[in-house]
């Protein structure tokens, strides 16, 4: 699909209607469109199901499409069997466009307490001084006023993907008066693994940028604490 407003108002609505208020449970999301029909599948740890508020979310927020859901099951050692990034997934195959993928199943851990927030890491600063060269913006639409929004929104969406892991609680942002970007990331955990993912989503996402916009991300551990104006991805309770 191309990048263009299209997809932007379908990527948009769908990580509205799929990502927010997520089970820990769903670990890809994946679609293909056909003029207005859309099929959407659900990669689940087994033992689990999809809830019907999501399927009415999807329903309200794609109400001109027609849809259609696939549910896949899989073992925790299946969903992790893939190691690297780049490989396809050994026991499921993903739709043409991927909408979400946890990098991997992890012992899920709760931290109550808010730690300091720590600075953006050394990885990010250094790639951050080539991007620019290396980048090019990836939309051939004007976007302004709430499509820049939406823009982001798709941008931080994708940037998630294999990067997000089961101690990810919140992701949001907000672009302030003078056009950066602020991202929040809340997690109910953090460790070497987790400090990766968070660079790599970084990189990922300042590579869709066409200029230095992206502020040091604002990183806390605890879930007291109040995501941004604008929330891509929201663990369930």
Known sequence: MEYNKN????????????????????LNISYAVNQTEILIQFVILEQNYLPDYIIERINSEL???TISIDVILISKENFNATKNKGDCPKYYKSLSELLFCKSEVVDYKY???IEDTFPILKQVKV??????LKFTIHHNVEIIGNYEVKFQYCNLCIALHLNINDNFYNVSFEITKNNKIQIKIILSYVSDIEKDHIDDLLIDFMSFQSNNNVLNPIIVVGRNSTPLRHIVYQLLD
Do not use: G, T
């Not at 379908?10 to 769903?26: E, K, T």
């Not at 790639?127 to 620019?132: E, I, L, N, P, R």
């Open 7 to 26: 997809y932007i108002n379908l990527q948009y609505s769908l990580a509205r209607a799929c990502l927010i208020n997520i089970p820990i449970h769903i």
């Open 63 to 65: 109400s001109n499409y």
């Open 111 to 113: 931290v109550k307490r």
């Open 127 to 132: 790639f951050f001084s080539k991007v620019k």
